[in-house]
């Protein structure tokens, strides 16, 4: 859950945010990009009117009495972008998806977008880590013309061998056979791919378990993308190591599985940075995906950690992700370029995107910087849009946007965690991403979201919206809305 304390319980926000509130307030983390993709600005078109859609959660809001039950929102886009009045909202009491409210469920702990069943219209897998007491749940809701309706369960391949079963979502076609599979994290050390297609009496293919390469306590990110270019996902995962491994203490790592036709080759791990959020997309053009590691850990946290907030972007190739010591970009807020300051525990990399926003073949990066001081404000969070370039990310023309940017409705206060999640996506349909930003903790953790239009010259605040859950007709209290923002 989200701290009650901020300040000094900043590294447990930290692991939410990658959990929660990521593709990933941390699993919240970006949708991957995959191969097959066609439209790189936008992933998810619920009701296949052409327009990008946004997929949110509250994973912690209470429901009736049962607290931390969650529930899920869709936002349609359309020419004017996100409308909060067009929407669908859907918890575990909605009729046609399965099981009920309860306590502890977090309904939208993770989130992850994909057309499973080739019908034309995207599906929306929805984890619950906390049903039936931690042993936990995945629903996908369908897709249709009316956007989101219906729902069904994903069974868990081996649930004596974990719990949280749908901790953290990714979905891409491993194998290249041309049906999307679902890759599904759980509370322990490994995941499980399920091989595609679904359908909605619950069949799918089989499933393979990936393991980390070393031993592990945790996987704090996941995400899926095509680093090689060869038409099939590949497969990252951010994962901490414990005494067991090394008696010195934690190591955030990061792992990447390239896709083959018989699915994960699980053989040959590519190592990575760690890190606590993840994305994948072209920042170069070359038609290769980086992937993005955001890393919110101190050195006092872990091993692996910085002063201020740390990302780093890891080259595509037609090998795979070049990694070694020189990877496409090593960034943190004292880096040329970077906007602001390496200060200590900014929580630079809380979240991480990539998608054309300006139109010249090249994928901008977003960051967040969830615990950005504002003057003397704390804690109220910023984000900053990096330009895309063919030597990779532009140390040229970085944006800052916060709660205090002229345009931006509302002001930057004490705790607010503006930037706890951040997506690129285009929702209105004119080739250029649009960003929206989650912060997480506006209003004492009710949270709230702000959309941003992007165009030829980049984002702009033109027309900048700021909502919550009030404006989806649901009850404004705790609840971390916004989590998981994904599209």
């Not at 996941?222 to 414990?242: I, K, Q």
């Not at 790592?253 to 760690?274: E, W």
């Amino acid at each position: 859950m989200l701290p009650q304390h901020p300040r000094p319980a900043r590294l447990a926000l930290a692991t939410a945010t990658a959990a929660a509130l990521t593709g990933g307030l941390l699993t919240f983390a970006a949708v991957p990009a995959t191969a097959a993709d066609t439209d790189r600005t936008h992933k998810a078109d619920f009701n296949g009117d052409g327009y990008g859609d946004i997929a949110l959660a509250a994973p912690y809001v209470k429901l009736g009495d049962k607290g931390f039950a969650g529930y899920v929102a869709v936002l349609y886009g359309g020419a004017g972008g996100i409308d909060p009045a067009r929407r669908t909202v859907v918890n575990q009491d909605t009729a046609g998806v399965p099981d009920t409210v309860e306590t502890e469920d977090n309904f939208g702990s993770a989130l992850a977008v994909a057309d499973l069943d080739a019908d034309g219209y995207t599906d929306l897998a929805v984890g619950a880590a906390g049903e039936d007491g931690g042993e936990g749940s995945v629903t996908i809701l369908w897709g249709s013309a009316n956007g989101l309706a219906n729902g069904t369960k994903v069974a868990d391949p081996a649930p004596a061998a974990h719990g949280e079963w749908g901790k953290l979502l990714t979905a891409g076609d491993f194998d290249g056979d041309g049906k999307t599979d679902l890759a599904v994290g759980t509370g322990s050390a490994h995941a499980y791919v399920i091989k595609g297609g679904f359908t909605a009496d619950g069949t799918t293919g089989t499933a393979q378990r990936v393991d980390v390469p070393e031993q592990a306590y945790a996987v704090d990110a996941m995400a899926s993308g095509d680093t090689n270019a060869d038409g099939r996902a590949d497969l990252v995962l951010t994962y901490r190591t414990d005494e067991t491994t090394d008696p010195s203490g934690s190591w955030s790592k990061g792992v990447a599985y390239l896709g083959s036709a018989s699915g994960l080759d699980t053989s040959i791990p590519r190592m990575l940075n760690g890190g606590t959020s993840l994305t994948l997309g072209d920042i170069d053009g070359d038609g290769f995906d980086e992937i993005a590691i955001g890393n919110v850990f101190t050195t006092e946290d872990d091993h692996s950690g910085s002063l201020g907030g740390r990302v780093v972007v890891i080259r595509g190739s037609e090998g795979g992700p070049v990694n070694g010591d020189a990877p496409m970009a090593d960034l943190t807020q004292n880096s040329t370029g970077v906007p602001g300051a390496d200060e200590a525990r900014d929580g630079f990399g809380s979240a991480v995107s990539i998608a054309d926003v300006n139109g010249d073949g090249y994928g901008e990066l977003a960051i967040g910087v969830v615990f950005e001081d504002l003057g003397t404000t704390e804690d109220a969070g910023a984000t900053i849009v990096m330009n895309g370039a063919s030597s990779g990310v532009s140390r040229t023309g970085a944006l800052t946007f916060t709660q205090n940017t002229s345009g931006i409705p509302g002001t930057g206060e004490a705790t607010d965690y503006f930037g706890s999640d951040a997506l690129l996506t285009d929702v209105n349909a004119d080739g250029h991403a649009d960003f929206t930003v989650t912060a997480g903790f506006e209003d004492e953790g009710v949270g709230a979201l702000t959309t941003l239009t992007g165009s030829a010259s980049g984002i702009t605040t033109t027309g900048a919206r700021t909502f919550g859950p009030g404006s989806l007709g649901q009850p404004r209290t705790y609840g971390a809305f916004g989590a998981g923002l994904t599209g």
